[in-house]
């Protein structure tokens, strides 16, 4: 039995209790202040609070982001040595990075990130209760009449895997993985840091 075209998410510590602490101020003081962000989810219905529309500079307005930013480029070189890219001729490069607060009920539906190459999320703060990430296998479309899986199936075979966020760590994936960020059932906030890093050529 071979075990063929592997979808890779990396779970890796980053910082310590330090930075994401100081990471957290600095979300709550952003969520105050940003009057476009706040309109914008306000507008689209969005169930909590993102910079995502809003904000394209965090790691140059805060230190803070600045240092998780040093965090995240070592850690989406190694993801890109684990999946075995060739990078001759080209660089990951930071694309976009934007918090996420969302509350009792927030979640993200199913989504891709298009024009990048892998995306992530920081968890800052993962309450009891919090959303759990849900991954989709790239296949499913063309799975047809493939039955059902029995009930212990291992993680691998899964059509849909889901996995608990950790404070402090990083999940990575490649941007094409459809994924979705499940209900939460807590009364406070998870708070995370989402990212895209694109590959560009050197020269």
């Known amino acids: 039995m071979r075990h063929l075209f592997a979808s890779l998410i990396e779970e890796t510590p980053v910082g310590d209790a330090a930075l994401r602490e100081s990471l957290e101020r600095a979300i709550w003081v952003l969520s105050d202040d940003d009057v476009a962000g706040n309109a914008w989810c306000e507008a ?3 169930p909590g609070y993102t910079s995502y529309a809003s904000l394209d500079d965090l790691p140059e307005r805060f230190p ?11 850690a ?10 060739d990078m001759a001729g080209l660089k990951l490069e930071l694309d976009a990075l934007w918090v996420n607060i969302l509350g009792e009920g927030g979640h993200h539906s ?3 990130h298009p024009g990048s190459v892998i995306s992530g ?9 919090a959303g759990r990430l849900k991954f989709e296998d790239p296949r499913l479309a063309m799975m047809m009449a493939a ?4 009930d212990d199936a291992p993680e691998a075979a899964r059509r849909f895997v889901y996995v608990q966020p950790t404070e402090g760590h990083c999940l990575l994936w490649e941007s094409w993985l459809r994924h979705e960020v499940m209900p939460s059932i807590s009364e406070d906030a998870r708070i995370s840091v989402s990212f895209n890093y694109a590959a560009r050529r050197t020269a």
């Open 147 to 150: 039955p059902q899986l029995v």
């Open 44 to 46: 689209e219905g969005y």
């Open 76 to 85: 989406a070189a190694a993801y890109a040595r684990a999946l075995h890219w």
């Open 110 to 112: 199913g989504h891709i």
């Open 121 to 129: 999320t920081y968890y800052v703060c993962v309450p009891e209760g």
């Open 64 to 74: 803070e982001f600045a240092a998780l930013k040093k965090h995240l480029d070592k």
